[in-house]
């Protein structure tokens, strides 16, 4: 199902919905083994990478809102994506430990 966001409080409720859904993925994921801990996992991550892309995209309005320069709007997406790829590289690690 498709959740439609049409505002600000909207945007709101699905990361904060989605911040209880990662929660619950983690404690499933780290409670798994084998292929179950593997699926988990792949379930978790591509959440992750959907809450990304609607928290880049919030900040990214914000940021066209107040008009930052375009340089301080690069800095906060590579910062951004560097911490994104830290996190998954981290749980990849832990989620399959000497793959």
């Known amino acids: 199902m498709v959740q ?14 989605q911040h209880e859904q990662i929660k619950s993925m983690f404690t499933k994921t780290l409670a798994a083994s ?3 801990r593997e699926d988990a ?4 991550r591509r959440l992750l990478a959907v ?8 900040e990214i309005a914000f940021a066209r809102r107040v ?8 800095l906060n997406r590579q910062i951004v994506h ?5 996190v998954l590289k981290r749980l990849e690690d832990r989620a399959f430990p000497g793959a």
């Open 51 to 58: 809450h990304e892309t609607v928290v880049v995209a919030r």
């Open 67 to 74: 008009q930052l320069g375009k340089n301080r709007n690069q």
């Open 41 to 44: 996992f792949i379930d978790l």
């Open 34 to 36: 084998g292929k179950a």
């Open 4 to 17: 439609t966001i049409s505002s600000p409080t909207d945007v709101v409720e699905f990361l904060t919905t």
């Open 82 to 86: 560097a911490v994104v790829a830290h």
